[in-house]
């Protein structure tokens, strides 16, 4: 082959190895993806999360599994250690939240966070978290947030709290999110998701 030749050929390959690799999607196109996703998530009536939660503060650290069961503005989550420690169960609906142990101690009030920080010691945003679990920000508050090219949340910070989102799965033609780690008022809590099952949407 001559020396043109292998040139010509080196340039053609380097042409087409360019040709190859797409630019990242331009912002805005990131930003419409982003807000249709969220559409198709308020749309949700129903669904149920399954997952194993550690929980790290600078005191103690812990394990627990996590039930997460919401239907219209009513939920449900259920927090239980392991070993057989405890069980926690909140139910809210009408502004209002009900905790329940397993040791029969019943307690309520309207703020979720204080009421889990009373008997755990853990003060966990429970308004929030039913949105950042979704992977999308709560919607009071101003949120920063960083898309990946499919619009899907990569990192949120909101409320004093910063939440990142490692890995997204397919679930009835919706992307939920896999692996999520928060970080706020000194605890970091990382979120295994194991199961989800989404219910009915409106329209």
Sequence with gaps: MSLRNAFVLLTSLL????AAVQPPAPEP??????ESRETQLRALQS?????????????????VSMFWRQSGKEYTLTLRAALGVGTIKLHGADGMVRLRTS????????????????HTGYRLPVPHLRHWVLGMPAPDGAPEMELNEQGELIRLAQAGWVI??????????????GTIRAEGQ????????????IGHREG
């Design 15 to 18: 042409l087409a190895s360019c």
């Design 29 to 34: 196109l990131r930003q419409a993806r982003f």
């Design 47 to 63: 669904w149920r999360l399954y997952a194993r939660a550690a929980i790290n503060t600078p005191r103690d650290s812990g394990t």
């Design 103 to 118: 040791d029969g101690r019943r307690d309520s009030a309207r703020d979720a966070a204080a009421l889990v920080e009373r």
């Design 164 to 177: 990142r989102y490692d890995d997204y799965r397919e679930i009835g033609g919706v992307s939920m999110p």
């Design 186 to 197: 000194g605890i970091e809590l990382k979120l295994a998701v194991q199961q989800w099952d």
